[in-house]
């Protein structure tokens, strides 16, 4: 199934495969991510929240909900850390020019920042592989790479005009979810240049509109509350 939300949004759902297409050069996109308040919320309290048309999770995060690297929201950095560290970060200023640093960086947050949201693997379309930091011994455990997991993936085409929010869902009975080498794949079909691995798991979560489309794991009950959101608002053109 394929439908268009509006001229700027279109989202589509192949089975387990949720995509949605952002078309960055719209006049009334606007770009939101989750304040501090929102910690420890679920996607779809966030989306009810803004009114987004899309929203999904973001940054990996300690078990008392600390988000793990970088975020900004409304130009302000709330997250405990000041810098994209061996993490990637997703960022983008107020005209929504947006881009994604790669690993192993130490860009500190940029003043002009309105958005930011990190990942922890960063997809190297050269190779066509996801990639971890250097020494980064958690991110790059084998198992991280070759288990099948539901996944929430952000990520930009070569001239950053079209930003791409997926989440493919996982731990069914029938479909386990995607390693990163297939989530790589996926982001290769895409045409994408540059993605990032947000948090996956039971995390993984796609709103639109005030409707969650995405199916839970079969042993989880509700949807998770998570660290932080990334979400897409249309706001109305002034006539």
């Known amino acids: 199934m394929s439908y268009a939300e509006n001229q700027c949004i279109d989202y589509s759902n192949q089975s387990s495969f949720h995509i949605t297409r952002i078309d960055l050069n719209c006049k009334n996109i606007h770009l939101i991510g989750s304040q501090k308040s929102d910690n420890e919320s679920t996607v779809s309290q966030f989306a009810q929240k803004y009114e987004t048309d899309v929203a999904i999770?973001?940054?990996?995060?300690?078990?008392?909900?600390?988000?793990?690297?970088l975020v900004v929201s409304q130009g302000k950095r709330w997250s405990k850390y000041g810098d994209v560290r061996n993490r990637v970060v997703f960022a983008c200023d107020k005209s929504n020019q947006c881009s994604i640093?790669?690993?192993?960086?130490?860009s500190k947050q940029n003043s002009k920042w309105q958005v930011a949201v990190s990942g922890w693997h960063w997809y190297n379309a050269k190779s066509g592989k996801f990639e971890c930091a250097e020494n980064d011994k958690v991110g790059c455990s084998q198992s991280i790479f070759h288990d099948k997991h539901p996944r929430t993936l952000l990520g930009l085409n070569e001239q950053k005009n079209w930003l791409y929010l997926v989440v493919v869902e996982g731990r069914q009975l029938t479909f386990g979810g995607v390693t990163l080498d297939e989530l790589a794949e996926l982001a290769g079909k895409l045409e994408l240049?540059?993605?990032i691995n947000l948090d996956g798991g039971g995390s993984s979560t796609m709103v639109i509109g005030n409707k969650r489309v995405n199916s839970l794991p079969i042993l989880q009950n509700e949807e998770r509350k998570v660290a932080n959101h990334f979400g897409i608002k249309i706001i109305p053109v002034q006539k």
Request: charge should be positive; proline fraction near 5%; glycine fraction near 10%.
């Open 101 to 106: 640093e790669g690993k192993n960086t130490l």
């Open 57 to 69: 999770n973001a940054n990996f995060y300690w078990k008392d909900y600390t988000p793990i690297g």
């Open 193 to 195: 240049t540059k993605a």
